[in-house]
Every structure is written in structure tokens, then in C-alpha cells.
């Protein structure tokens, strides 16, 4: 069983910044993948953001050029660069890990982090 701790949410205004990151408790390298997902009042958890262990990325339409999703292998830590915030960005992140071993192909999220809460004010 993975363990994933999110930190950096916080209060900020329209079109600051902030970044996220996720420690994992087991090496993330060999994932297939990691991600990130949000949760707004009322909505449906969405995925943000992934990476696979091959380093490819993608992103919602929502995010797309100002979000930015890397991982640090050696620290086992994923972060999200999130830049342009807008007040519809505000909700709970999550990061979240598909435990298959690298390359199985799809990513399929089976771990998730408690959550850090974002909130942008406009």
C-alpha cells in the first residue's frame, strides 16, 4: 500500500500562483502512473493532470498552458506548477497513483492522498 501526502494548497487570489506537491511513501518510478484530480463542491472528482512513468503527460482542457505536472523520481514526490489561477480552479486536489508496474499502459488510479484545498478568490 502506497501512502500520498499532498501539501501547498492555500488561499490566493486570480492569476497567482501556487504549487503542489505529493510525497509518496514507496518508489514512484515504478508506477505506471501518477496524477492529479480536483473535487469542487457539487462536482464530480476530475483527473487535472497525469504522468506516466515514461514521462508523458496530459492535461484537461481546463488547465491546459498553466498547469504543469512533473515528477522527481529520487524524492519519490510529484508536484503540480499551477500558474493563472482562476476562481474556477478552486477544490480539493488529490494526488493519486496507478500502482501498476511501469508501462501497462492506460493509466487506472487505485490510491489516492487525503487532499489539500485550494481556493482562489477572485
Known amino acids: 500500500q502506497v501512502q500520498l501526502v499532498e501539501s501547498g494548497g492555500g488561499l490566493v487570489q486570480a492569476g497567482g500562483s501556487l504549487r503542489l506537491s505529493c510525497a509518496a511513501s514507496?518508489?514512484?518510478?515504478?508506477?505506471?502512473?501518477v496524477g492529479w484530480y480536483r473535487q469542487a463542491p457539487g462536482k464530480q472528482r476530475e483527473l487535472v493532470a497525469g504522468?506516466?512513468?515514461?514521462?508523458?503527460?496530459t492535461y484537461a482542457n481546463s488547465v491546459k498552458g498553466r498547469f504543469t505536472i512533473s515528477r522527481d523520481n529520487g524524492k519519490n514526490t510529484v508536484h503540480l506548477q499551477m500558474n493563472s489561477l482562476k476562481p474556477e480552479d478552486t477544490a480539493v486536489y488529490y494526488c493519486?497513483?496507478?500502482?501498476?508496474?511501469?508501462?501497462?499502459?492506460?493509466?487506472?488510479?487505485?490510491?489516492w492522498g487525503q487532499g489539500t484545498q485550494v481556493t482562489v478568490s477572485s
Open positions: 514507496g518508489t514512484i518510478f515504478i508506477f505506471n502512473a
Open positions: 493519486a497513483a496507478d500502482r501498476r508496474s511501469a508501462g501497462a499502459g492506460v493509466p487506472s488510479y487505485d490510491s
Open positions: 504522468i506516466t512513468s515514461g514521462g508523458s503527460t
